[in-house]
């Protein structure tokens, strides 16, 4: 015979039941800073957290800003320019060299090319500089002459991040600042070139957020030299490539 249930009597739970009990209860502990108890709760803190991940990568991107990058100038283009000084013409070296910027910045944190130069140094000669004076484009002829179409003035340019500023910058000395005597006789760059076994190039570029950029390259004297005597043409030209240096 069966003996009748108590009802007002205590239920016995196993130690096991009891341990199950508490872990299903148990909060989950953030770094020990706060507890997080239910399921929603859990959800509302992964979403804050999402956020406040988002606001601080958009924080850090401003504080990095544009991020550009000049690259090396790999080919220099020599020319030259009949300038008029007073009541004496000369022809002097000009230059041509392809510029290239990349913007590795994120999206919306462009910046804008503001000047272009480059420093001329003939071995044993003092240096001098050349300005960006116009954005051309450059082709060679079936006579072999060189047909340079101006396409814009040297205008500051906008480099846009996660993309490339490209163009070809004709290079000129500014002739009315003649006290500095930012020029060169083209066949004094000859002669100098043929007396010297380098002539190095410094391009310097800067922008509207205040960067400054350098590259630097040398070519070998002779070579363009022979090849600016040699052409036979009325506006003598080469085009020689510029080895990347340290300077």
Not at 77 to 98: A, D, P, Q
Request: glycine share 6%.
């Amino acid at each position: 015979m069966n003996s009748p249930v108590n009802p007002s009597a205590t239920p016995t739970i196993t130690p096991d039941q009891e341990s199950a009990s508490q872990k299903k209860k148990s909060p989950l502990n953030f770094l020990g800073i706060f507890e997080i108890e239910r399921r929603s709760d859990i959800l509302a803190f992964v979403a804050l957290l999402i956020s406040l991940s988002s606001i601080t990568a958009q924080g850090i991107n401003m504080i990095k800003g544009p991020q550009v990058e000049m690259q090396p100038i790999d080919q220099v283009l020599l020319t030259s320019e009949t300038y008029n000084f007073g009541s004496e013409e000369r022809e002097v070296l000009t230059l041509i060299g392809k510029m290239v910027y990349l913007n590795h910045g994120s999206p919306g944190y462009d910046d804008i090319l503001k000047t272009e130069s480059v420093e001329v140094t003939v071995s044993g000669q003092p240096p001098f500089t050349l300005h960006a004076q116009e954005y051309v484009k450059t082709s060679k002829q079936a006579d072999g002459s060189l047909k340079v179409e101006v396409e814009s003035d040297a205008i500051p340019a906008r480099i846009k991040s996660g993309d490339v500023l490209y163009h070809e910058t004709y290079f000129q000395p500014r002739v009315e600042d003649n006290s500095n005597k930012n020029y060169v006789a083209l066949n004094d760059f000859i002669r100098n070139g043929m007396a010297g076994e380098t002539v190095a190039f410094t391009f310097t570029a800067t922008t509207v957020k205040g960067e400054t950029f350098k590259q630097s390259c040398q070519l070998v004297a002779k070579r363009f030299a022979l090849h600016l005597i040699g052409s036979g043409l009325p506006r003598p030209w080469t085009t020689q490539d510029c080895v990347k240096s340290d300077k």
